[in-house]
């Protein structure tokens, strides 16, 4: 099929394909440059993402907004200013603190999920920057479409539609996962539908963006056919010379079989999926301390988390994969080798063509 270019509106993307946000560490400035780059919108995650910073055991938001900015600055210049977005979850502690680093460093588009985005419109408000929030639902597209019409008199500025086959957090129980599978592709149908009411009410177009397990150019064909504007892809992106991960997140990536991805539990309070590791295993025995609380996510409660998140996601993304929770998708075990960014997304591109 022919591509056409993603407009999120005065935005325009070469190619339909957005890099989803990976925490902790996993796409910064390096991955996210790289992705605009090749033709894409690249993201930089926003979790914990001052870890490398000198004082982010004693002075973690601060190091983080730090870091923060200092990713932004880094992908712009080398994008030559192309688009850049941050991905900051509603479950983070001092969410607007991120959202107003990510702006003054003039950030092109903020995805934010893992809980609602209802007060993203009023911290945004009179900047130049696109909004868009992940859903999981139909029910929650509508309500937060609702919301942000009733109470700010916006709509947003596109919509990521996110299936159970992603990687990190998902927004479904585990036992929803294998219903919300079969019925993901009508999801996005319904969403594109839906939207259609606030696209003519504020007389703009509101991209539909689907996400989770999308593998193949022939799958984002697939999405485009079916009315959505683009894709999300994280999992495919890791197993790249230019993401942020170290080389044993990545190679783990690599050794995955079907059988090594499970769903677990998360400190946030919702599944997760990862490879089943030592780690893992650790955590399902109650074999894990919490020696310090980095007051990252809202739901944790330090007293009775089974493991933290933060030092989790940092032992892995450090290398340290033992000791440490590696987030990934669905397809994970799809992966055969690690690649370029430029390789990868010129194969999509091509794949999507022959569709
Ligand atoms: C290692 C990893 C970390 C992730 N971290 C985040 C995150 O911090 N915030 C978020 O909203 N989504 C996160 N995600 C979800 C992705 O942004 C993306 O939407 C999803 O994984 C897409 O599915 P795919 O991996 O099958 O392509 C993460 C995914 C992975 C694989």
Redesign the pocket.
Known sequence: MDIKPLRIGNLVSRLPIIQ????VG?SLSKLASAVTNAGGIGII?S?QVGFKEDDFETNSLEANLRALKKHIKIAKEKCNNGIIGV?V?VATNGYAEYIKAAIESGIDLIIS??GMPTMLPKLAKGYDVKLAP?VSSLKAAKVILKLWDKHDNIAPDMIVV?GP?????LGFKKDAIEEANESFDDTVKDIVDHVKEYEEKYSKKIPVIA????FTGEDIAKYLKLGASGV?????F?ATEECDASQAFKEAYVKATPNSVGIVKSPVGMPGRAILNPFVDKTLKGNVKVEKCYNCLIPCNPANTPYCITQALINSVKGDLDNGLI?????VSRIKEITTVKDLMNKLQSEIEAN
């Open positions: 989803g946000g990976m925490g996993v995650s979790a991905n979850m999920g893992a992940i996110e086959k992603a990687g990190g957090h996400a989770g397990g999308v999300q892809m994280a999992t495919r890791v987030f990934c998708g669905e397809n």
